[in-house]
Antibody
Framework: QVRLQESGPGLVKPSETLSLTCDVSGTYMNYYAWIWVRQPPGKGLEWIAYVPRGGGIIHNPSLKSRVTLSQDPSTNQFSLKMTSVTPADTAMYYC????????????WGQGTLVTVSA | QSVLTQPPSASGTPGQGVTISCSGNYSNIGRNYVYWYRQVPGTAPKLLIYTSNQRSSGVPDRISESKSGTSASLAISGLRSEDEADYFCAAWDDTLSGPVFGGGTKLTVL
């Protein structure tokens, strides 16, 4: 059974760096792409970045300058770092499995709420 | 501002049908499949419809999707109280090289 679980601080101060980790089980990471998606309170979904099946990182252009992803298949984890956060980055952050070249996110983590506040 | 455009709300009475629209452009809906997700408040989105009207496991056939040009629609017939949720459309965007989403439609069963 495929499972994803996000972890990380729930509160980050403005201008600091948001760091989240996604633990993946029940699937081979190398066969799929892995994506971070966020949802501000009461709003829609926005993709942040993903690791394609062959490696590398594809960013949402609107966030590219502030986002870094890393993936470690040996530990079944992939991570998100977002620098210089502001209150506008307050959102539920989800990790998900993405079928390459599609908008098919077939497995999601439960999400973790990150609040940016002093 | 979401890349795909959905109405913020829709409603119907039990037994009725309802349609939720989703509008995009050539680089997303115009060239690629549309996916639909269902989200109950406080939980993660779940894939509802994928790859040309394929339903995820457990989704009844009274739920279907269609696409024409750069727009798509999700149709739910025989509304039931358990259909109350937020519904999001999504499509791959060739220009952005990533998936784009609608802002979501809150479905209320009156």
């Amino acid at each position: 059974q495929v499972r994803l679980q996000e972890s990380g601080p729930g509160l980050v101060k403005p201008s600091e760096t948001l760091s989240l980790t996604c633990d993946v089980s029940g699937t081979y990471m190398n066969y799929y792409a892995w994506i971070w998606v966020r949802q501000p309170p009461g709003k829609g979904l926005e993709w942040i970045a993903y690791v394609p099946r062959g490696g590398g990182i594809i960013h949402n252009p609107s966030l590219k300058s502030r986002v870094t992803l890393s993936q470690d298949p040996s530990t079944n984890q992939f991570s998100l770092k977002m620098t210089s956060v502001t209150p506008a980055d307050t959102a539920m952050y989800y990790c998900a499995r993405l079928l390459p070249g599609t908008a098919n996110l077939d497995y999601w983590g439960q999400g973790t709420l990150v609040t940016v506040s002093a | 501002q979401s890349v795909l455009t959905q109405p913020p709300s829709a409603s119907g009475t039990p037994g009725q049908g309802v349609t939720i629209s989703c509008s995009g452009n050539y680089s997303n809906i115009g060239r690629n499949y549309v996916y639909w997700y269902r989200q109950v408040p406080g939980t993660a989105p779940k894939l509802l419809i994928y790859t040309s009207n394929q339903r995820s496991s457990g989704v009844p056939d009274r739920i279907s999707e269609s696409k024409s040009g750069t727009s798509a629609s999700l149709a739910i017939s025989g509304l039931r109280s358990e259909d109350e949720a937020d519904y999001f459309c999504a499509a791959w965007d060739d220009t952005l090289s990533g998936p784009v989403f609608g802002g979501g439609t809150k479905l209320t069963v009156l």
